[in-house]
């Protein structure tokens, strides 16, 4: 039977989904950018939903919403224009990034500033690291259990 939180948390990556055949250890993951798109995501504090960048890669069922950190580092690596980042490699990697409501530091996602070589992989599906998801909650001011991204 499945861990809830990948019933919840299905459709985008997180931080436990970059990980080796163990759940625990993190890897980079090379994938292909086939869309990018601004999706209105709906959040506890934003209930009518706010625009985000989302990309969708070849081989990972799971979509990637987009910091402003990693839209930057893709504009370095293929320019301003979205459409321009389409067939494109990027690296993405697991990190400790600074929590966004300023409590510490949290388990994030973000975009290697190089361009990889060679081929795209693909990204198995993880259930929800717990100890992640906890410190995420703590980080991003969710309560637990709650199904705001």
Not at 46 to 73: D, H, M, Q, S
Not at 126 to 133: A, F, N, P, S, T
Request: hydrophobic fraction near 30%; glycine fraction near 10%.
């Amino acid at each position: 039977m499945p861990h809830w939180r990948t019933m919840i948390e299905k459709d985008h990556l997180g931080a436990w989904d970059l990980t080796g055949p163990d759940g625990k250890t993190p890897r980079d993951y090379t994938l292909q950018i086939v869309k990018v798109q601004s999706v209105s995501l709906k959040t506890r504090e934003v209930p009518k939903g706010k625009r985000k960048l989302v990309i969708t890669f070849a081989k990972a069922r799971k979509k990637f919403v987009c910091n402003t950190t990693n839209a930057e580092t893709l504009e370095d690596l293929y320019g301003g224009d979205v459409d321009q980042w389409v067939g494109k490699l990027v690296t993405l990697y697991q990190t400790d990034v600074r929590s966004p409501k300023g409590k510490g530091m949290v388990k994030g996602i973000r975009v290697r500033p190089r361009r990889p070589e060679g081929q795209a992989e693909e990204v198995p599906d993880k259930e929800v690291d717990e100890d992640i998801r906890s410190d995420q909650n703590d980080g991003f001011g969710r309560e637990p259990g709650s199904d705001d991204e």
